[in-house]
């Protein structure tokens, strides 16, 4: 038997390649059951940008309401659209919505503890929350802060919290004090009234969140955050 030409070789090896990836394909792709679907569960929360409101309730969250909104960038100043930025703080009195936290009875239920939105074409976010109170005791302190986890494929996932500027306890919380007082700066926010803030800042609140008049006593503070592109 005469030895396959080169084009009948290449034409054999693709034929085979097909034949198994045709049955590979076959058992992955051909009749299966559907995966059944389960109940979200009590504690599954909405994850959207305003925590001071749980679509399943009547009224909004209690506490001192604020909006925390900032840019996204690269380590050149460059914004980053389409980052995933998650919040996620206590309640009014202190209170995760963490099954484990023994207060857990106690938590404000028309409070939205975690919060989710994905930054804009100019690298912003926006989120509507309230002040979280401090929790722990003299052995663990811990002042009022609000957690953050920003991802984005081709850079370092980045997990920091922000404190709030004028805080008696930032003095007493132990991962607060490990900040050099330059990273605390980068990370400690300085609210102000909703009136004294930027209008072009004032304009894109008023569209995100909808807001027909500003919520009684609201405050705006920013946090601008930068992530390390991976190398
Ligand atoms: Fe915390």
Redesign the pocket.
Known sequence: MSKPSPSRRQALRASLLLGTSAGLAGSALGKSEPTPSQTEGPFYPDLDNDLTFVSSRKERAKGNHLYVHGSVRDTEGKPIPNALVDIW??DHKGI?DHAGDPKQKDKDKNFQCYGRCVTGEDGTYHFKSIKPRHYGDEKFQ?TP?I?YKVARRGYHELTT?LYFAGEKLNAKDGLYKKLSTDDQKLVTVDFQPIALTDKSVQSKLKDTFSESEWPEGITVGQLDLVMKPVS
């Open positions: 703080q206590t995760y811990r802060h957690h919290q």
